[in-house]
């Protein structure tokens, strides 16, 4: 029987390759490396008090960002496709600087920015709001380098929205607020929900832009890739891939639960 792709075989090959020279190799070492300590160990090193604090601050802060992207994403796709504004192809643009930013320039500067020095830190100190070094300086820096996942997604599903869709709901009656809500919004509500799901798995694992802005302190502001970094630098590998692997089992799941609830939203949205 003819296969109606030529090349099946050759190009499966070539994939299941590639994914596991790059995927499944590395993590099955980091898994390994893991398991080199005893069970004792490994729970030592993850329920101790800094190992824990770290979690929060990178899991949190992480949540905190996807949701603020998940509201802001859409407007700004919002105004990109239904508005032709002066310089939209700049601004267009300009929404793809935290992917092509070094994360490292980033973190510096949103940390000169927001610093007590800053451009917007002066003017918040007097207010006795401060950003740098707080929870808060970091789900900034973690909102800049994920909002172009949401922006990027939810743009062309409204590219494609049919314009029929809105006449109708104008002829029926229904005012601009009500057709956004009940027309358009339920499909783009995937959208986001992929978007945001994306910028939550950039944002849990991220460190150069927020390595400077957090200030490190430990059970305060530390995030779990620098706590990472310090097992790694005191040579203590297993306790290191230990962390990782727990952070990449949790990020897994509340993956694995968020697209199953963006298949069921997409079904309902269907229906």
């Known amino acids: 029987m003819s296969r109606p792709i030529p090349g099946f075989k050759l190009t499966l090959g070539i994939t299941t390759t590639w994914l596991s020279l790059i995927v499944l190799v590395p993590l099955a070492g980091l898994f390994l490396k893991a398991s080199t300590l005893p069970l004792a160990r490994i729970w030592e090193v993850l329920s101790a008090p800094r190992t824990l604090a770290a979690f929060r601050v990178s899991f949190g802060c992480a949540a905190a960002s996807a949701i603020v992207n998940g509201i802001a994403g859409p407007v700004v796709a919002w105004t990109l496709v239904r508005y032709k504004l002066p310089g939209h192809r ?13 994360t490292a320039v980033a973190g510096i500067t949103l940390t000169t920015l927001y610093g007590p020095n800053g451009w917007v830190g002066h003017l918040l100190e007097p207010l006795g709001i401060q950003v740098s070094y707080t929870l808060t300086g970091i789900t900034i820096a973690l909102v800049f380098v994920g909002l172009p996942f949401v922006i990027r997604t939810v743009q062309p599903v409204l590219e494609e929205f049919p314009a029929e869709a809105e006449e109708a709901a104008a002829l029926l009656g229904a005012s601009r607020l009500q057709t956004i809500v009940r027309v358009i919004l339920p499909s783009l509500i995937p959208a986001i929900l992929t978007g945001a799901l994306l910028s939550f798995a950039r944002c849990v694992g991220e460190y150069g832009s927020v390595v400077f802005i957090a200030g490190n302190m430990p059970g305060k502001t530390e995030i779990l890739p620098l706590l990472i970094i310090t097992h790694l630098e005191e040579y203590q590998y297993g306790e290191a891939t230990a962390i ?14 968020g697209n199953r609830l963006q298949a069921r939203l997409g079904r309902g949205t269907a229906r």
């Open 244 to 257: 990782a692997c727990a952070m990449l089992l949790v990020s897994f799941a509340l993956l694995v639960a």
């Open 90 to 102: 700049i601004l267009d643009a300009l929404i793809d600087i935290p992917f092509a930013l070094p």
